[in-house]
């Protein structure tokens, strides 16, 4: 009998199954909803100019190799990635008490940084928003957590987040507890709590000694504003906390495939510095080695040089403003067919995705009558969304709301 005998089938990742039973769907007007990723209106990926042009650069510069990079990757890449982030201003920063370690994107970020807080502090309990992105259980689970709890955070009545429930449950969690909370365009809901509220949050956290890792996946994408998307991050910095912070360059600068992340660490007093990255070198060089040049390297020639970080801003200017009139037109054209419900919160909410409320039974047929593919929670990506197919969208809503009304 086989050694592998007993290994049983691990559930199949939704996003990944929708896209390939989109890709084989030969229905000529289908749409992609669940794809995590920007699209034009031309429904294609779009790489950004700047990129382009930084790439014809380096594949030009013959003072370039193909030589390992630093265990903690570039570090001009994360010196700028965590200025993006906290701000030349932020006292952490002015002060030597914020690093960056260039990561495998923020999945990357968020794994190191799980493995840290586990095996070298002890930490062994986390929190995440119910609901929350996919893949934010597994990392910690599988980085040793032994335990990950729930606090409440979208309220399906209102379409909203249930602040009332989310602070309970922190008020409830034990001490230490690492609580994973979303920087700026929470997904999947898109619901992003209101600066008053993130003080709120930041008061519990403090008296309850929770430790806070926000995970940084749109900034910039979000609102097209770095410095708005990175308004609550900022703030629990410039309140004292040490933070974990994972930064994801995939959506922000169209690297997906390019693996482009940051860990960036907030602590309390300089001096932990030299320790804390020994550390964290031990804990890269255990999993991946060290990470890729290419993404890394396009990344710091944009946010180090005047001129290509005005032609990447208005890249995510226009990335952003695609997306909020996509969000606008699809609200729009809900009202007008007298649809069901309220639609206001498409509108409410922010950056890529949208939780629509549909139910399940819903969702399953757009995809099976109207070929319209989106996740079973009634996430849907906005930017699969373009002027040619919005129209069809949102028809093929309103038969699905019709003919299985909500209970």
Known sequence: ???????????????????????????????????????????????????????????????????????????????????????????????????????????????????????????????????????????????????????????PVTKGIDFAGMCEDLRNAPENSVIILHGCAHNPTGCDPTQEQWKQIADIMKEKKLFPFFDSAYQGFASGNLEKDSWAVRFFAKEGFELFCAQSFSKNFGLYNERVGNLTVVMSEAELATAVQSQLTLLVRATYSNPPSHGARIVAATLTNKDLFGEWE???????????????????????????????????????????????????????????????SGRINIAGLTTSNIDFVADALHDAINKFPAA
């Open 1 to 155: 009998m086989s050694r592998f005998g007993n290994v049983q089938t691990g559930p199949p990742i939704e996003v990944f199954a929708l896209t390939r039973a989109y890709n084989a769907d030969p229905h000529p007007n289908k749409v992609n909803l669940g794809v995590g990723a920007y699209r034009t209106d031309e429904g294609k990926p779009w790489v950004l100019p700047v990129v382009r042009k930084l790439e014809a650069q380096l594949a030009a510069d013959e003072t370039l190799n193909k030589e390992y990079m630093p265990v903690l990757g570039l570090d001009a890449f994360s010196r700028a990635a965590v200025h993006m982030l906290l701000g030349t201003e932020c006292p952490a920063v002015i002060e030597n008490r914020a690093l960056g370690v260039q990561t495998l994107s923020g999945t990357g970020a968020l794994c190191v940084g799980a493995m840290f807080l586990q095996k070298l502090l002890g930490y062994d309990t986390y929190y995440y928003s119910q609901p929350t992105w996919g893949n934010h259980k597994l990392v910690f689970d599988t980085a040793g957590f032994k335990q990950g709890k729930a606090y409440r955070y979208w309220d």
């Open 314 to 376: 208005e890249c995510i200017k226009t990335m952003s403003g695609r997306i909020i009139q996509m969000r606008e037109a699809l609200r729009d054209r809900l009202v007008k067919l007298g649809t069901p419900g309220t639609w206001d919160h498409i509108t409410n909410q922010i950056g890529m995705f949208s939780f629509t409320g549909l139910t399940p039974q819903q969702c399953q047929y757009l995809v099976s009558e109207h070929h319209v593919y989106l996740l079973s």
